[in-house]
């Protein structure tokens, strides 16, 4: 029976066919994967991006972290603009790719990672292992991972967190905090166990070490086979280090048999020979049969030997016997460390800062600097002075150049054409010191045409700055010689500063914060901000958590309303005062040895002692302060200038007008580091620096410091607000105390002679009548009682005061209105009856 076969387009299944065959060809996975020509290709692609990693990962490191701001910034700007920013050999890829692999990952481990594609690449394109891959790969998993643990404990050790943390990498860095916590510094015997687990199961370390004895034995002399007397013996018989699992063999004959033993169970006459060793013995005479000693006394012969050794030992019961207890704590939990009580702190990073601009024109050109000294040789000249030698010291800002005179030439004759040379040379602010001191010489400081501005970012990154010892280092700027300048702020132990308006005084305050924010962990610092101007410092409020102080229960750490500020100064005084009892007790005379001893753990956090942090107070406006406060802010300022440096306060105070109303004697005589910006005239240059010049500076940062009886000029650094913004932001966002540094409470005298004088007999027959206006309108106002009421402010002042002594309003604060404590005149009717006041 005949099956009809059903019949299509026999045309269109050739069409599709033929389509099929072609679709088929283009994606031929096995020929892409399979020919020569393509894993050539592939073998070479992988090779080129083992090598960009390697030398994206090296230059990441290299560079440091100077790509991190690009890489954080990659949202906001054009791939463009971050290209020409970024320092990595690679450009944004390879600084994109080292971020993660290096900065968040591995750290210096991941250089070991371009390894797999490299050899796997070299394996595809040429059929050739350079290594074995499945090795490679299981020990590059390892070292990476090892390499990036072991530099977290360095870092976290070293506490250089700051400048070395993609060093370690985040695996690295987090895995040590969390071993921190349980093991302190012992967190490096997990990371060394780990390496001792891979060599021996990786490695098979037991065996090598096994295989190494064995060929390494030596014999035993004593245990060599003697021959019988005026006979040749034919072969030495030489019984070896016990070892159980070798094979003992005869060499009496020709065959080789099993271990023989005599009656007394010891071997005969054996020898233990490895096969490459073996060749044909004649046999002639036997060999005398040896007594081999048993192999088991040989242990006791070594431990007899190590116990004969007399190790002195201390009985457990009196090894602590003449220590005290604060040992006895030492011994058990080591120095005590601040920094504990924030272990994940990071210090800021040099990359937060801007790039520093290198300049494009010459400072000083050396057709200005040879026309410079001929105008001055010509100018001292024709004035009858004879120069005999002149040289130049170009800086940032100005050019120094010191002139030897002839003999017999008077130094004030000199000093006298300071104007005259200033005509000469067509430049403003020229200053004559006259001696050099220390040098011979007299100095002519002539500012330059093209000034250098000096980046905040060049002199915190500067090595001295960096592996500086100092308690409080803060940078100041750069000479003359162009050196970087760096004091200790605990050791001047008070800074006061002055400059006019524009001249770069908040620059500069800003500047000495940055610097010890830098440096400074914040258990060690704190700061307390004075701001009567509002808008200077407000940027470092980001810092409440971590580096400023405040009093309790106050809205904002910086301090704005002068009443605030007069709290404030006497709750220093407090503080400095209570410092002082506990350096009694302790024994000691400064701050820096009384934290020495509590680290030690010989004082007792029971009996009222604590860690004590150096605390700086900032007040960026005197002048303000003076004018509405005045004795009342002189007196704490003065007994805190005088007495605190011990305690480890130190105070940096500035103002725009240096005069005698503002820097009065008082505060004059215990600030003995100034430093001044330029100043409107010589007088206020005296009256900062006790000497004239100030008022010649050039301005942008040109300033002079004295301290020591000596005086420097320096040109300041610049930080711009965008630089403070993103250095505030960075600490601002880690985690950091609960609240801010509290200072100890005060209320006032006045409040505390009100609270203790006044009673309901004493209280202004209209304060019900206040109270209920006060509370109606919502508005605790002196104004609103005197309006309302028609009152003269005294005697509305005076009800003001009682209604904060009953609770109706609370305390003063500054220019706004008081607190109102009552909504609704229900409540405050009961509690003027309860007060007795109706």
Known sequence: MSVNKIRGNTHRQKAEEATGSRFRVSLDWENLFSSPKNMLAWGTFFIVVGLILEVSFFSYIITGLSDQSVVDGMGSQSIRDAGRQTRNFFGVLGAVVSHFFVYRWFGVGALLIPLIPFIAGWKIAFGKELLPLGRVTREVIFFTLWLSALMGY?????????????????????????????????????????????????????????????????????????????????????????????????????????????????????????????????????????????????????????????????????????????????????QYDPMLDLPSYQFPNIGLLNEIVENLHEKVSQEELESNKTRIVDT?????????????????????????????????KIKNLEGDIALSLAALGIRIIAPMPGRGTIGIEVPNKNRETVFIRSVLSNERFQKSTYDLPIVLGKTISNEIHIADLAKMPH????????????????????????????????????????????????????????????????????????????????????????????????????????????????????????????????????????????TPIARLAQLARAVGI????????????????????????????????????????????????????????????????????????????????YIGGQRGYDDAYALPEYEGEDAAEGRSELNPDDFDGLLPDAARLIVTHQQGSTSLIQRKMKLGYNRAGRIMDQLEILGVVGPFTGSKARDVMFHDLNGLEEHLRVMGVS
């Open 154 to 334: 360095v870092v976290l050790m070293s506490n250089t967190e700051n400048n070395l943390s993609f060093v370690s990498g985040g695996v690295g860095y987090t895995l040590n905090v969390a071993l921190f916590d349980w093991l302190k510094w012992g967190s490096v015997i997990p990371i060394i166990f780990s390496l001792f687990v891979f060599a021996v199961f990786f490695y098979d370390a037991k065996s090598a070490y096994e295989a190494w004895q064995l060929k390494n034995a030596k014999p035993d002399p004593e245990q060599e086979v003697a021959a019988a007397p005026n006979e040749e013996p034919t072969e030495t018989a030489v019984v070896p280090p016990a070892v159980p699992e070798r094979e003992y063999v005869s060499v009496v004959n020709d065959t080789y048999d099993d271990e023989t033993t005599s009656g007394d169970g010891l071997a005969e006459t054996t020898e233990v020979i490895e096969e490459e060793e073996i060749v044909p013995v004649t046999p002639v005479k036997p060999l005398v049969p040896v007594v081999v000693p048993p192999v088991v006394p040989v242990v006791p012969a070594e431990v007899k030997l190590e116990l004969e050794v007399e190790v002195p030992v201390v009985p457990a019961e009196t090894e602590f016997e003449d220590e005290d207890i604060n040992a006895s704590v030492l011994r058990e939990f080591g």
């Open 495 to 634: 800074l006061l500063m002055a400059g006019a308006t524009g001249q770069g005084k908040s620059v500069g305050l800003n500047v000495i914060l940055a610097s010890l924010i830098y440096k400074k962990h914040p258990a060690e610092l704190k700061f307390v901000l004075v701001d009567p101007k509002k808008v200077e410092l407000t940027l470092f409020n980001k810092l409440e958590r971590h580096f400023l102080a405040k009093l309790p229960n106050a809205d904002e750490a910086i301090i704005t309303d002068t009443k605030k500020v007069i709290f404030t100064l006497n709750s220093l005084c407090i503080e400095m005062d209570s410092r002082y009892d506990l350096l009694k007790e302790a024994a000691v005379r400064n701050l820096k040895e009384y934290n020495a001893k509590f680290a030690q753990r010989r004082l007792n956090p029971e009996k009222g002692h604590r860690f004590l942090p150096y605390i700086v107070l900032v007040i960026d406006e005197l002048a303000d302060l003076m004018m509405t406060a005045g004795k009342e802010v002189e």
């Open 650 to 729: 130190h105070l940096v105070v500035a103002t725009q007008r240096p005069s005698v109303k503002v820097i009065t004697g008082l505060i004059k005589a215990n600030f003995p580091a100034r430093l001044s910006f330029r100043v409107t005239s010589s007088i206020d240059s005296r009256t900062i620096l006790d000497m004239g010049g100030a008022e010649q500076l050039v301005g942008q940062g040109d300033m002079l410091l004295a301290i020591n009886s000596e005086v420097i000029r320096l040109q300041c650094p610049f930080i711009d607000t965008r630089e403070i913004e993103d250095v505030c932001e």
């Open 380 to 412: 001292l000249g024709s004035y009858g002075i004879n120069i005999s030698k002149i040289k130049a010291t170009i800086g940032p800002t100005v050019t120094l150049y010191e002139i030897i005179p002839e003999a017999g030439v008077r130094i004030s």
